[in-house]
């Protein structure tokens, strides 16, 4: 989310950037979602890239409204003025709004995803199935939202931050912006991974099981997943879910300027 873009630059940015990096890491994904279930990770690629459609849909829709919302965000934060540069605090408010407003696209649309990783069938299948119940659809979306608040700060709010310290702090060692992208995916896929987890392997089982044969509430899940794993059962699939943050933090941090100077050169020449 850019302060140099218009609300639908940015959309449109965030659109590209989400389905690139969901074409490329829908793998990480699979393994996480099947970890959290408890259900066996297959390593055929048809099985692994089942849902693909839905969460290309949903991470480009998401990363849309995010981009778009928190780059407008921004701008009113900054008063319209595209130098200014925002504090952490002011980073992390925009990135929290930004993602959580998201939620409401992305809840139901990751719904559909999972019911086809765990049961095949095309998404109109699913859909239909999920809509026997129309409570359904909006199964899992508190998990979400909060969970697309904390990754949202982590992959636009805290990598600008961390990359603008290292560089100021230590211009020899980061005199680059490419330099500085490392460590600040690391940092900023940390965060939005453990902070995060716990709420997504919530969603993730409520969202596997519709029927709701073993999991009840956003309440009744987590009790449901305690008694049977303790603490560490929040944290099934964690290493796939940070392994996958890591590389897209990095993804869209480096693609979201990139991608946005090809598309609209024009915003960017006015600086």
């Not at 994904?29 to 048809?46: D, E, G």
């Not at 993602?99 to 049961?119: C, F």
């Not at 608040?149 to 020899?172: F, H, K, N, Q």
Request: proline share 4%.
């Amino acid at each position: 989310m850019s302060k140099e873009l218009s609300s639908e630059q940015n959309a449109s940015v965030g659109m590209t950037v989400g389905m690139i990096e969901v074409l490329l890491l829908q793998p990480f994904n699979y393994a996480k979602n099947m970890t959290q279930q408890q259900r066996k990770i297959s390593l055929n690629p048809m099985v692994m890239y089942r849902g693909v459609a839905s969460n290309c849909l949903n991470m480009g829709s998401c990363t849309m409204i995010q981009f778009a919302v928190g780059g407008e965000l921004k701008n009113y934060v900054a008063g319209g003025d595209p130098n200014k540069v925002l504090s952490l605090p002011e980073e992390m408010a925009c990135g929290v709004v930004a993602g959580s407003t998201s939620a409401l696209v992305g809840s139901p649309l990751e719904l559909v995803m999972i019911q086809q990783q765990r049961k095949g069938g095309n998404a109109a299948v699913r859909i239909k199935n999920i809509l026997e119940n129309p409570v359904n659809v909006g199964r899992g979306f508190v998990g979400a939202a909060v969970r697309e608040a904390l990754w949202t700060c982590g992959y636009l709010s805290i990598p600008p931050v961390v990359r603008r310290t290292l560089m100021d702090s230590y211009p020899e060692t980061f005199d680059t912006n490419d330099k500085a992208r490392i460590p600040a995916a690391l940092l900023g896929g940390l965060f939005a991974c453990y902070l995060t987890h716990p709420f997504d392997t919530i969603k993730t089982c409520m969202q596997g099981d519709i029927e709701r044969e073993v999991y009840g509430s956003f309440t009744q899940t987590a009790k449901k997943i305690y008694s049977d794993s303790g603490f560490t059962g929040f944290y099934r699939g964690a290493t796939f879910r940070y392994g996958r943050m890591v590389c897209a933090v990095f993804i869209m941090d480096l693609l979201r300027e990139k991608i946005g100077r090809l598309m609209y050169p024009q915003a960017y020449d006015k600086k």
